[in-house]
Nanobody, 121 residues
Framework: QVQLAESGGGLVQAGGSLRLSCAANGRAINSYSMGWFRQAPGKEREFVAAIVWMGGRTYFSDSVKGRFTISRDNALNKVYLQMNSLTPEDTALYYC??????????????WGQGTQVTVSS
C-alpha cells in the first residue's frame, strides 16, 4: 500500500506560481510512476503530468506543457508539481497518483485526497 498526501495548494493570482508536493508513505516510490491529475467542478478528472519510474521520462498534457514541471525526490519519497504562469483555467482540485507501471492514467493504483488550487483573474 502507498498512501499519498498532497500539499501546497492555495489561492494565487493569474500569472503566479505554486508548487504542489506529494508525500508518499508505506513504500518507496522509486519503483512507481507518479502523476498529477486535476478535476474542476462539473468536469471529469484529467491528466496533468507524470514522471516514469524507469528512466525518469516526463510527459504533460498540452494545456500545461511549457508552464508546469514535474520532479521527484526518491530520497524524500516526494513528488513535486511546479506550476508557473497560472490561469483561472488551472483552478481545480489537484490529485497525486502512483502506479507501478510505466504510465499513469486515471486508473492509477493509488491516489491522494487532493489539494485545491484556485487562480483568480
Amino acid at each position: 500500500q502507498v498512501q499519498l498526501a498532497e500539499s501546497g495548494g492555495g489561492l494565487v493570482q493569474a500569472g503566479g506560481s505554486l508548487r504542489l508536493s506529494c508525500a508518499a508513505n508505506g513504500r518507496a516510490i522509486n519503483s512507481y510512476s507518479m502523476g498529477w491529475f486535476r478535476q474542476a467542478p462539473g468536469k471529469e478528472r484529467e491528466f496533468v503530468a507524470a514522471i516514469v519510474w524507469m528512466g525518469g521520462r516526463t510527459y504533460f498534457s498540452d494545456s500545461v506543457k511549457g508552464r508546469f514541471t514535474i520532479s521527484r525526490d526518491n530520497a524524500l519519497n516526494k513528488v513535486y508539481l511546479q506550476m508557473n504562469s497560472l490561469t483561472p483555467e488551472d483552478t481545480a482540485l489537484y490529485y497525486c497518483a502512483a502506479d507501478p507501471g510505466l504510465e499513469v492514467t486515471t486508473t492509477a493504483r493509488y491516489w491522494g485526497q487532493g489539494t485545491q488550487v484556485t487562480v483568480s483573474s
